[in-house]
């Protein structure tokens, strides 16, 4: 599943202003799918329904709310903090170009109902409800998430068990969010900060890797591999701009990091991202000693990310941190080395912005791969609730093995889920639209998150 997609030749750039704000709304929209628990009165996507209301209550805990990811209908609490992280953090960019397209409130609304979930998973100290639902029985039925009856275990990481990557992503999910709410909700982000700080001790003093922990729960579906590190370095980030208590800045000058750790930032590896948030107070004069070295690191892996320059290692582009980048380096007039080449703050905005573009249809197949967006754009979206026909359509029960039916059919979704992003075309630029086909039709909840941030940038830029 990609966040951006690659392209090999050279591409004009015909995406307007409006188109993008178009983009960024459906893109915003696309989270009201994905809600799991009681659905609000105001809800739009309105072939959903109600679904996992009694998540938690095999364990005494109302884990109700939250989003599930991808495709099922697991409610995995890593990725879900993540998605918190990346939307929050597109709020804290952009919320000036949000708020311009009018989509501020609902991106609030999609932070929040990921912030509420996390609230209760973190309820109790020294404890973190992580995951409800069994990932490997979900995965054996294909059913609507309103009548779903595979079992809906709830797991947790604790002092005996830790999951200090989970936890201090959760963490950093709600200082963020505590950010994004500082004006609009002082009560409600003081709580979310307050929480965030005992989630991000219990992380550090309770150290191990939450996959170690519960095992064949959560793997292969989301093991990590990046080990917990990062995750401190990137909730001690978060916690810092959050509240601005020294003491994170010296627990960051602190932690041991991987100087080689350069890699596109995802649900499982955060130090780019981390390194990226650091430099800032380095452009900005601030913390010049203490984050020299994180200069260095974020242009390290901004360069990674690169085509066309020496020792170039990725080739799937994080849009919405290369724009965040930019952003940071053209505001403190400065720029980076990639061995030797210099890059410039508008060559990175520019490929950013050509990565985005061929998402929404500008590549050589002329396809948008946002479903909803343009004239064509995947119809066999690998997507339970989308795939399968709404109550509403088909009130008789579909069981477990009746959905693969509907899997398996060639006919289009039945409920459009717009603003999706699916997983996308090889590296030849073939898109099968195959719903069986889950690396290339599946959508997931964190993918989209630094979109919104990177549609939100190009929505406000002033030229087309």
């Known amino acids: 599943m990609l966040l951006c997609l690659s392209f090999t030749v050279p591409l004009i750039h015909a995406i307007s202003k409006e188109q993008y704000g178009e983009a960024l709304s459906k893109s915003i929209l696309f989270y009201e799918a994905m809600r799991s628990g009681k659905l609000p009165d105001d809800q739009r996507v309105t072939w959903r329904g109600d ?41 804290v960019e952009n919320g000036h170009e949000l708020d311009a397209a009018g989509e501020l409130k609902n991106a609030r609304n999609a932070v929040r109902w990921g912030s509420d979930f996390l609230l209760k998973a973190a309820a109790t100290p020294n404890q973190l409800w992580v995951q409800v639902g069994d990932a490997n029985a979900d995965h054996q039925c294909w059913e609507r998430p309103e009548e779903m009856d595979t079992p809906r275990t709830a797991y947790q990481v604790n002092a005996q068990n830790p999951g200090s990557d989970v936890a201090a992503e959760t963490a950093a999910a709600l200082a963020a969010a505590s950010i994004v709410f500082r004006n609009a909700d002082p009560a409600y982000s003081s709580e979310l900060l307050s929480v965030a700080k005992n989630v991000f001790a219990f992380a550090d003093q309770h150290r191990g890797v939450y996959s170690d922990a519960l095992g064949v729960a959560v793997s ?45 930032l995802d649900w499982d590896n955060k130090y780019c991202g981390a390194q990226v948030l650091l430099s800032k107070m380095f452009l900005s004069g601030k913390h010049k000693t203490l984050q020299l070295a994180s200069k260095a690191r974020a242009d390290n892996c901004i360069c990674s990310f690169l ?84 109550l509403k359509q088909h009130p008789s029960r579909i069981l477990c093995s009746e959905g693969f039916t509907w899997l398996s059919s060639e006919d289009p979704n039945p409920n459009l889920l717009v603003g999706a992003v699916v997983g996308g075309p090889d590296r030849s630029d073939v898109y099968s639209d195959n719903r069986s086909n889950y690396q290339e039709a599946e959508p997931t909840t964190y993918n989209s998150a630094a979109l919104v941030g990177a549609l939100a940038y190009l929505y406000g830029l002033n030229s087309n």
């Open 220 to 264: 292969p579906f989301y093991t990590s591999y990046s080990g917990y590190k990062d995750e401190l370095l990137w909730g001690a980030v978060w916690l810092y701009k959050a509240s601005r208590d020294k003491s994170y800045l010296s627990y960051i000058d602190n932690i041991e990091v991987d100087p080689e750790a350069t890699s596109l």
């Open 307 to 390: 085509p066309n320059v020496p020792n170039s290692q990725a080739t799937i582009t994080p849009a919405f941190v290369m724009l965040t980048y930019s952003d940071y380096l053209a505001k403190a007039s400065d720029t980076i080395s990639c061995g030797g080449t210099s890059v410039t703050p508008n060559r990175l905005a520019a490929f950013a912005r050509r990565q985005v573009d061929y998402i929404l249809g500008e590549n050589p197949a002329n396809y948008s791969y946002m479903v909803g967006f343009g004239s064509s754009f995947p119809q066999h979206v690998h997507h339970r609730a989308s795939s399968l026909p709404s």
């Open 51 to 91: 679904s996992a209301l009694s998540d938690g209550s095999t364990s005494h805990v109302d884990l109700s709310g939250g989003y599930y990811d991808a495709g099922d209908n697991v409610k995995f609490g890593f990725p879900m903090a993540f998605t918190i992280t990346m939307l929050s953090w597109s709020l």
